[in-house]
């Protein structure tokens, strides 16, 4: 039993990323009927936001005391980041929680790419068979992760989570299990409650919206709503820049429990994208339950004893999941009829 | 659309092509890749590329799970090596036998879906193959390692002739390296084009284009097309396995990362980037490729700083500091911005944009008789 609510815990984080990067690659292949491979770019770029604005504040002056000597015997060289120079304990407040305050760099970086993107480069593959789009924005994610890895290197960059949930909780104990039995890392609690917020204001913005309805509108029925008047295309903008935020905040604060390097999002666009089938493509609360349901399956199928069983399962897992649910309901589990058919 | 075709224009062609391969050695010495470590694998990525083009071009069936096949051939070519002897032969045909059974599964399974859920099916497929070749089946792979030929293997056929150094493939005699190795892949490509050119223009490769064209309308006519898919999808397959295993025979060692996704990707841009559906395209593609790979990625600073020594001091280090983010290490960006222009403006690759710069030519030059030269509307 214990055994078992530690792997639905450990399975619930990555799932967590599995399920924001999936909805935001289910947004954009429901309004705009782009399948969009460049979507683990920019999840790669979000980390890599975090990255560097913990880079902005942590860099350093150089200060001299006169008083103290090293041990050559020249003057004690100290060194304090400028934020820390500047604002005081503010400041080392500021870097101590450095990975969640970059969602503030994040949010307006992702939304500008978004829009960038969307303007610049997809507007014109809307009318381009789904082959082209998949080629074009292949060629866009290696040209980004090369961009990236001229800029930060090849090695992952790792970043800690702030001091006060550095640790792990003995979650056992609460519900009477024996101590030490059931640890789960505190980050990953938040990492989860963070993926839930931004689902639920996904949902709650597309639900309670004006916007969010003809956003909805347009994916059941994109002629009609054009019909109607409504510059369709606008919002379309729009929602792909959502749907960029939210794979960059997945990955800001993914990148204390994965040290980001520049190739994490191909590896992570694999696996979403297989999520997005599994879910049913075009439906939202398909790919969210798909992206846990897979992040859980992964973690049962490492778990010593089932691999006793069957060797070699927690390597296949999430694909052999994907093909048997492709053949069982072709749509995947929530798909909609008439989505990607023709 | 269709060119004009005739048996005799395609014998032309066909011979044409024979001559410009296997004399490559001499005309591509002067753009420093007339060796043969390089000319290897123009030929062999070029018949993994026709081969790859037989299913996407013809039937617009996108894999993205190729490289299953490529690691399969390798994989059965070093144990037909390592059970029958360092022939080259049996090692091709082993391949080419056990991923056309592969394709045969992994097709079967696959083609009950199309588009993105086909593409995203065999990338599954191919994955699994890859996370499994590196852990569990690793008695057969061996792993990370790779597998390679080892002097205590039985080696049925040859296992008497004891040889001093490295164990290399050898056919009756002639050791598959260098030219030797060269002109075998060569050999081996030309016989997979003339496969593939004779397919292009069979009624069964009109039944594949049909399948691109429209599906419905062929169900309508009473004609099921997956069979014909099934068939495209298992040749595909033995030619990306002939491909693996001439990567074994002209160096025997197979490994994992053969298999990987990215490396499934690398087969569509080159199709992509020489012209999916075109005969020669994939395997211009293909060349182009390995070319500038192995040309940009062995650029560093000093040579740049030759190449704009002519410019002015104020300019030559920004140019130098610009253009070295795209070779060296960062050519796959190169790659990539070379890919998505192609996409973009030249969605038929660069057969498209040749058959463009010809019909420029033709239109300029028929310019007298008005109307003559437009081209038909399309």
């Keep these: 039993m214990d055994v078992i609510l530690l792997q639905l815990l450990n399975g619930l984080d990555k799932g967590g990323a599995y399920a924001l990067i999936a909805l935001g690659l289910t947004l954009i292949f429901g309004t705009l009927g782009v399948v969009n491979f460049a979507h683990g770019a920019l999840f790669m770029l979000g980390a890599f936001c975090a990255v560097t604005f913990n880079k902005l504040l942590s860099l350093e002056v150089v200060t001299t005391d006169p008083t103290k000597t090293t041990a050559w015997g020249s003057p004690l060289e100290i060194r304090t980041p400028y934020v820390e120079a500047y604002l005081g304990d503010f400041g080392s407040w500021m870097l101590n929680y450095s990975v969640p305050m970059s969602i503030l760099l994040a949010v307006p970086v992702m939304l500008l790419i978004g829009f960038v993107m969307e303007r610049g480069l997809i507007k014109h593959f809307y009318k381009r068979p789904h082959a082209d789009q998949i080629l074009v924005t292949f060629g866009l994610a290696i040209v980004l992760q090369e961009i990236i890895k001229a800029i930060y290197g090849a090695n992952p960059i790792p970043q800690s989570a702030p001091e006060l949930v550095r640790g792990a909780a003995d979650i056992g104990s609460i519900f009477g299990f024996d101590p030490g039995v059931i640890v789960y890392p505190y980050w990953r609690m938040v990492y989860l409650g963070f993926a839930g917020v931004v689902i639920a204001a996904v949902f709650a913005f597309l639900r309670f919206t004006t916007f969010g309805m003809v956003v909805r509108a347009g994916m059941a029925d994109r002629d009609t709503v054009g019909l109607l008047g409504i510059n369709i295309e606008r919002r379309f903008t729009v929602v792909f820049a959502i749907a960029a935020v939210v794979a960059g905040l997945a990955g800001v604060m993914y990148t204390p429990i994965l040290p980001p390097d520049y190739h994490m999002g191909m590896d992570f666009l694999v696996l979403s994208f297989v999520v997005v089938v599994v879910g049913g493509m075009g439906s939202l609360p398909g790919a969210v339950a798909a992206g846990f349901l897979l992040g859980i399956l992964q973690s049962f199928a490492s778990m010593n004893e089932v691999k006793a069983i069957l060797p070699g399962i927690d390597q296949i897992i999430i694909y052999l999941v994907a093909v048997v649910i492709l053949l069982v309901r072709p749509r995947g589990l929530f798909g909609r009829k008439g989505v990607m058919e023709n | ?378």
């Design chain 2, 1 to 378: 659309m269709t060119t004009k075709t005739s048996p005799m224009r395609d014998m032309i062609f066909f011979f044409v092509f024979a001559v410009a391969v296997l004399t490559m050695p001499v005309w591509l010495a002067p753009i420093g890749a007339g060796y043969p470590d390089l000319l290897q694998k123009f030929a062999i990525y070029g018949l993994f590329a026709t081969g790859f083009n037989l299913l996407f071009g013809l039937t617009g069936y996108l894999s993205f799970g190729h490289a299953a096949f490529l690691g399969v051939g390798s994989y059965s070519a070093v144990w037909a090596f390592k059970l029958l002897g360092m022939n080259p032969l049996p090692a091709a045909i082993m391949a080419v036998i056990t991923s056309g059974l592969f394709a045969l599964a992994i097709g079967y399974i696959s083609l009950r879906r199309s588009g993105i859920y086909f593409s995203i099916l065999t990338l599954a497929f191919a994955q699994m193959s890859y996370n499994l070749a590196y852990s569990v089946l690793t008695p057969i792979t061996n792993g990370e390692t790779g597998l390679r030929v080892l002097r205590s293997d039985p080696r049925l056929f040859d296992s008497s002739s004891a040889v001093d150094g490295p164990l290399i493939a050898n056919l009756f005699g002639i050791e598959m390296t260098g030219y030797a190795g060269f002109y075998f892949c060569a050999v081996v490509l030309l016989i997979a084009f003339f496969i593939a050119q004779r397919i292009f223009r069979s009624p069964f490769g009109i039944m594949l284009r049909a399948v691109k064209t429209n599906q419905n309308r062929m169900n309508y006519t009473g004609l099921n097309p997956r069979p014909y898919t099934l068939a495209a999808f298992v040749i595909s397959g033995m030619y990306a396995g002939l491909a693996g295993a001439l990567l074994c025979i002209t160096d025997p060692l197979a490994g994992a990362e053969r298999m990987q996704w990215t490396a499934s990707g690398e087969v569509v841009l080159m199709t992509i980037l020489g012209g999916a559906g075109t005969l020669l395209g994939p395997i211009f593609g293909a060349a182009l490729i390995k070319y500038f790979e192995n040309i940009f990625s062995a650029f560093n600073e000093q040579t740049l700083h030759e190449i704009f020594g002519f410019l002015p001091d104020f300019l030559e280090g920004p140019v130098v500091s610009v253009t070295g983010l795209f070779v060296g290490e960062g050519w796959h960006l190169t790659l990539g911005v070379l890919f998505m222009l192609i996409v973009i403006f030249l969605p038929g690759g660069l057969m498209e944009g040749f058959s463009r710069i010809g019909r420029l030519f033709k239109r300029s030059s028929g310019k007298s008789g008005p109307g003559s030269a437009t081209a038909p509307a399309e």
